[in-house]
């Protein structure tokens, strides 16, 4: 068993910053990819940005310059710096990461419970 616990949001005003982080506790081999989604009322859950092992990374363009997504693979935590936040960066962001819990065992994907960040003057 796996647990994803994200921490960090909270609310802020437009042109703020916060700072997410998510850790990963449990049955842990190794972690692959690990990512931020996010969901806003009446919307589908949407990429963030996500990272590899080996730090490479992809954002999506409507974060892209303002966001920065990190890992420190000694912690399996990734963190997600937010900067420049806007009123349409409101929405619950959840973790989730890809864990090897055992040699030659398959990746599962595991996700946070999420946490509320709110941009609002």
């Known amino acids: 068993q796996v647990q994803l616990v994200e921490s960090g949001g909270g609310l802020v005003q437009p042109g703020g910053s916060l700072r997410l982080s998510c850790a990963a506790s449990g049955s842990i081999f190794s972690i692959n990819l690990m990512a931020w989604y996010r969901q806003a009322p009446g919307n589908e859950r949407e990429l963030v940005a996500r990272?590899?092992?080996?730090?490479?990374?992809v954002y999506a363009d409507s974060v892209k310059g303002r966001f920065t997504i990190s890992r420190d693979n000694a912690k399996n935590t990734v963190y997600l710096q937010m900067n420049s936040l806007k009123l349409e960066d409101t929405a619950v962001y959840y973790c989730?990461?890809?864990?090897?819990?055992?040699?030659?065992?398959?990746?599962?994907?595991?996700w946070g419970q999420g946490t509320q960040v709110t941009v609002s003057s």
């Open positions: 990272i590899t092992s080996g730090d490479n990374t």
């Open positions: 989730s990461a890809n864990v090897k819990v055992r040699v030659g065992y398959p990746d599962t994907n595991w």
